[in-house]
C-alpha cells in the first residue's frame, strides 16, 4: 500500500500568538514549530500500516525551505520519504492545489490530512483535495481500517459518530482515537537524515482569499471570586444573564 | 442574484444551527438587497421546512429523493453547486458544523469560490470583496479573510449568529436533480447518536472537568450538574486519554472548541492548550481547590474549594433557582 500523509508546519502548541506592529503578519521570532499534532497522529497511524509490509510512507509539505526540520521530523517517525512543494502557502486552496497535482502524478491508496492545521484552522485540506481528485474524502475521522482494499471509517457527528465504509483511494482528515503518537526512537532519528527528501517548484494557482489583518483577543476582566453556590447563581442570573 | 443557504437537517429536524444560518443568510441579503432561498436536501416534512421562513428565507427548495436521503459529502456538494448556480447565488451560507466541514470545502472547490472557513460575525463588502473575521490559531487570534474571487461559501461557526425572527412567506419548491453513481460511492453503515444528550459543539451551556475529579467514578456529580442545567459535558485531554470519558469530550486546542454562553470548568488548571478551545466562551465559571490555577486569571467568575463538595451543592442551588 502506497500512503501520502499531509503535514503542515505550524507554531507549539504553547506558543504565545503575536502579530507584527500593523497586524497584517504572525510574528515567527522565538516560536518553535512543530507538526501539526493531528498530521502527527495521521503520520503513526500510516506508518503502522505500512509496518512489516512492502508499503511506503511519503510525507509531503508545502512550504519554504523552513519547514525542512519538521519534515525531517515526520522521517524520523518513520515515513520512507518526503516531498517538499517549494512555496510560501496562501490559503489552503492552494495548498490543495499542490497537494492534488502532485498525487495525480504518483497514485496513492491512501492520503491522511489531519482533521485542522492548528494554525488557520480551515478543516479544508482534505475535502479540497478528495473534490479535486474526485475521490472519497471524509473530514475528522475518529477510527478506520483497511482489509482488502475496504475501508470502514468512523466519523465523528455531532452527539455520537457515523460509520462509513467504500474502497481505496479514500482521503481522510484524521483526528484524536485513530492511533497514538509515535514518537522517534533513535534509530529514526539517524536515519532521517538520510532519507530522501525531494524539493518540487509550485504549479500556478489564481488566489481566492487572503487574510488582511489579524488580531487577538481582548483579554477578559478581573475575576469576580465567589463564597457560596447560591451567590453563583444570581450572578449568573442576574449579572450574567446565562441562566 | 439571491443569497442560497444549505441547511442541515438531522433525521428531518432543523436545529439551531440551521435557522442560524438562515438568519445570517437574510442580514446578507438584506444589506445586498436581495433575498435568501434555502436549500434541504433529505426527507423533512413541510411544516418543519416552513420554519425557515420565519428566520428570513423567502423560497425554500427541497431536494427529497432516496438516494440523497443520507448525507454524503459528494453528492451533497454537487446538488448545492447546481442549485447555487440555477439560483445564480454567488454567495453560500452553510454552517460549520462536523458535515459541514467536509461538505464546504467541495462546495467551494466545484464553483472555484472563495471559501471563509469558520466565521464569527456577518462579512462586510468592498467593491466584489467580501471580508469576514474567523478565528485562527485555534482561538488564541482572530484573522480577517478576504475574499478576492467572484463566488464565496461561507462556514459559518455553530453559536456564532444568533437567529433573529424575519417572517417572510416562502414557497416550496421540489428539485430532483440527477445523481452521478460516482458520488455515491461511500455506504453509511450505522450512525450512532446518543439522542439524549445536548451536542457539545451546539451548547449553550458547558460544564467540563478535568484531573482534579480524580477518576471516572466522581463524574455522575459533573452529569447531574449538566442535567440540571441543560448543558453538555466535557473534558480536558488527558482525563480522555485515560478512557475517563471519551474523546468526542475533549476540548481544547486539539479537541473540539465550544464558544458557549456559559462555560463551567472544574479540577481544571487551564493550561494554554485548553485554553484555546474554550477561550471565545461568553462566560466563565472556574472551580478549583488551588487558588492559583492559571485558570482563574481568564475567567469571570471563580470559586476556589474541593469540587467533589461544591459541584453537588451547585446542583441544588440551580435546581432550587429552575423551580422559582
Ligand atoms: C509563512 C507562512 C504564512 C502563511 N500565511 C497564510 C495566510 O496568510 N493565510 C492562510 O490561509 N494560510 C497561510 N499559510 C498556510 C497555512 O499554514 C496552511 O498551510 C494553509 O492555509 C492551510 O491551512 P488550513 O488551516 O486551511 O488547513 P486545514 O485544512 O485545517 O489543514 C488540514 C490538513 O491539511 C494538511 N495541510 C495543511 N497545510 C498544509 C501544508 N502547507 N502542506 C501540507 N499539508 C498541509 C495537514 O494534514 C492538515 O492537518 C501560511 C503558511 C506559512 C508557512
Ligand atoms: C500538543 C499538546 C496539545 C494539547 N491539547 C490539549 C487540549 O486540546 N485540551 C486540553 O485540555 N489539554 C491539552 N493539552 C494538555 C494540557 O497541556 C494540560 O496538560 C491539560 O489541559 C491539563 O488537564 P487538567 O487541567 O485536567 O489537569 P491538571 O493540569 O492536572 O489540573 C488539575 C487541576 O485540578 C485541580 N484540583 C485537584 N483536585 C481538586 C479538587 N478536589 N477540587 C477542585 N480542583 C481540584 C488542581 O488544582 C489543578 O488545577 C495538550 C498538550 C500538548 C502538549
Known amino acids: 500500500m502506497r500512503i501520502l500523509v499531509c503535514i503542515s508546519h505550524v507554531p507549539d502548541t504553547t506558543s504565545k500568538i503575536t502579530f507584527n506592529s500593523d497586524h497584517t503578519e504572525f510574528n515567527q521570532s522565538g516560536v518553535q514549530f512543530i507538526i501539526n499534532p493531528y498530521d502527527e497522529i495521521a503520520l503513526s497511524r500510516a506508518v503502522e500500516l505500512v509496518e512489516g509490509t512492502d508499503g511506503t510512507v511519503t510525507v509531503i509539505n508545502v512550504g519554504d525551505a523552513s519547514t525542512e526540520p519538521t519534515i525531517r521530523k515526520a522521517l524520523a517517525v518513520g515515513a520512507t520519504d518526503a516531498v517538499r512543494i517549494d512555496a510560501a502557502p496562501r490559503d489552503a486552496w492552494f495548498v490543495a492545489k499542490q497537494i492534488a497535482h502532485y498525487a495525480t502524478e504518483q497514485s496513492y491508496d491512501l492520503i491522511l490530512t489531519g482533521r485542522e492545521s492548528i494554525d488557520y484552522n480551515g478543516s479544508q485540506v482534505a475535502a479540497l483535495v478528495g473534490e479535486l481528485l474526485h475521490i472519497p474524502s471524509v473530514s475528522i475521522v475518529k477510527k478506520f481500517d483497511i482489509q482488502d482494499r475496504e475501508i470502514t471509517i468512523e466519523r465523528e457527528i455531532e452527539g455520537g459518530k457515523e460509520v462509513l465504509s467504500t474502497q481505496l483511494p479514500v482521503i481522510l482528515g484524521t483526528a484524536e482515537g485513530v492511533t497514538e503518537p509515535k514518537i522517534p526512537n533513535m534509530r529514526g532519528i539517524m536515519s532521517a537524515r538520510t532519507k530522501p527528501l525531494q524539493v518540487l517548484p509550485a504549479v500556478d494557482v489564481p488566489t481566492l482569499s487572503t487574510i488582511s489583518k489579524y488580531e487577538s483577543p481582548a483579554p477578559r476582566g478581573q475575576v469576580a471570586m465567589v463564597d457560596d453556590v447560591e451567590q453563583l447563581v444570581n450572578l449568573l442570573h442576574t449579572k450574567a444573564k446565562v441562566l | ?324
Open chain 2, 1 to 324: 442574484m439571491a443569497i442560497l443557504v444549505y441547511v442541515e437537517n438531522i433525521e428531518g429536524k432543523f436545529k439551531k444551527s440551521a435557522f442560524e444560518v438562515v438568519s445570517y443568510a437574510k442580514a446578507i441579503a438584506n444589506e445586498q438587497s436581495t433575498s435568501v432561498t434555502a436549500l434541504s436536501i433529505g426527507n423533512v416534512a413541510d411544516d418543519e421546512l416552513n420554519k425557515l421562513a420565519g428566520f428570513g428565507a423567502s423560497k425554500i427548495v427541497k431536494v427529497d429523493q432516496e438516494q440523497l436521503k443520507q448525507f454524503i459529502n459528494k453528492a451533497y456538494a454537487s446538488v448545492i453547486a447546481a442549485a447555487a448556480n440555477s439560483e445564480q447565488a454567488n454567495i453560500i451560507v452553510l454552517s460549520n458544523s462536523f458535515s459541514g466541514k467536509g461538505l464546504a470545502p467541495r462546495v467551494a472547490a466545484k464553483l472555484e469560490a472563495g471559501l471563509a472557513d469558520g466565521a464569527i460575525e456577518l462579512p462586510t463588502f468592498s467593491g466584489s470583496d467580501l471580508q469576514v473575521k474567523k478565528t485562527a490559531f485555534s482561538n488564541k487570534a482572530f484573522a480577517t479573510e478576504i475574499i478576492t474571487a467572484d463566488k464565496k461559501v461561507i462556514a459559518v461557526n455553530p453559536n456564532s449568529h444568533e437567529p433573529v425572527r424575519s417572517e417572510e412567506t416562502a414557497a416550496i419548491e421540489t428539485l430532483s436533480p440527477s445523481v452521478d453513481a460516482g458520488d455515491l460511492n461511500i455506504v453509511i453503515k450505522d450512525i450512532v447518536r446518543a439522542t439524549d444528550k445536548v451536542s457539545l459543539p451546539e451548547a449553550e451551556i458547558v460544564v467540563s472537568a478535568g484531573r482534579g475529579m480524580k477518576g471516572p467514578e466522581n463524574w455522575a456529580i459533573i452529569e447531574e450538574l449538566a442535567a440540571a442545567l441543560g448543558a453538555a459535558t466535557a473534558c480536558s485531554k488527558p482525563v480522555s486519554d485515560a478512557g475517563w470519558r471519551p474523546h468526542s469530550e475533549h476540548v481544547g486546542q486539539t479537541g473540539i472548541v465550544v464558544s458557549p454562553n456559559l462555560y463551567i470548568a472544574i479540577g481544571i488548571s487551564g493550561a494554554i492548550q485548553h485554553l484555546a478551545g474554550v477561550s471565545s466562551s461568553k462566560t466563565i465559571v472556574v472551580i478549583n481547590k488551588d487558588p492559583e490555577a492559571p485558570f482563574f486569571k481568564v475567567a469571570d467568575y471563580g470559586m476556589v474549594g474541593d469540587a467533589l463538595e461544591i459541584v453537588p451543592k451547585l446542583t441544588a442551588a440551580v435546581q432550587a433557582h429552575k423551580a422559582n
